[in-house]
């Protein structure tokens, strides 16, 4: 089985600051997608940004962006100008198995 | 489109009793997930179903779960007998199928979730 993994259960920025959340994974497959979701308190699981695996060009979706490191199995989240609407809890998701990491709660210092 | 709708939005019961969570997915999406979020094991995949057919239910935990499809528009999701360990928030989500299958961009959408408590 694939495993998603995000090594930061907690991390905490400064409103208007960048913050990077990271997430690894595992996998024998060539072809597949990644996704970042985000879970605000209102429980409600919104789609941030996606990833292709054959793609080398990473995401981008305004101030949300992907570092996307194939050969490392790495898959981090780059959050720029930080809003105090993005504290939320942050998933990383393997796509073609829906395998989820443990999450990331992203605290916005105003 | 409403989006994913599920009911109920919470559920306190007892254990022992019998548990259906209901999902209705956004109309013309193929595919149809529950999911089950705990603070111990995170968001788990529990069954997925494709065109009212289940695909891959590896992660149904154990027999008392049980999932159905009877029609595109409908499914639920059924605990007999309820542990206080189901205590969960159960999501559904669905997403259109047209692009390639279940391994693709589309995003799945997910309902609001049914926060359940066994006590």
């Known amino acids: 089985a694939q495993t998603v993994t995000q090594s930061q259960p907690e991390m905490s920025v400064q409103e208007a600051e960048t913050v990077t959340l990271s997430c690894t994974y595992d996998t024998s497959e060539s072809d597949y997608y990644l996704f970042w979701y985000k879970q605000p308190p209102s429980r409600q699981m919104i789609l941030v940004i996606r990833q292709e695996a054959y793609k080398q060009q990473n995401a981008t979706e305004n101030r949300f962006s992907v570092n996307f490191q194939k050969a490392a199995k790495s898959f981090s989240l780059k959050i720029s100008d930080s809003q105090l609407g993005d504290a939320a809890m942050y998933f990383c998701a393997y796509i073609n198995d829906m395998r989820f990491g443990a999450g990331t709660r992203l605290t916005v210092k105003p | 489109d409403a989006g994913v709708i599920q009911s109920p939005r919470h559920e306190v019961t007892e254990m022992g009793q019998e548990v259906t969570l209901r999902c209705k997915p956004i109309s013309g999406h193929d595919y149809l997930f529950w999911y089950r979020q705990t603070m111990m094991r995170g968001l788990e995949l529990l069954i997925y179903?494709?065109?009212?057919?289940?695909?891959?239910d590896s992660g149904m935990p154990e027999d008392r779960f049980s999932a159905k499809m009877p029609n595109a528009s409908f499914s639920t999701l059924k605990i007999q007998p309820s542990e206080p360990r189901d205590s969960a928030v159960y999501f559904c989500?669905?997403?259109?199928?047209?692009?390639?299958?279940?391994?693709?961009?589309?995003?799945?959408?997910f309902g609001p979730g049914t926060r359940l408590t066994v006590l």
């Open positions: 179903f494709n065109n009212n057919v289940p695909i891959d």
């Open positions: 989500a669905s997403k259109p199928g047209a692009s390639g299958g279940v391994s693709s961009t589309d995003t799945q959408y």
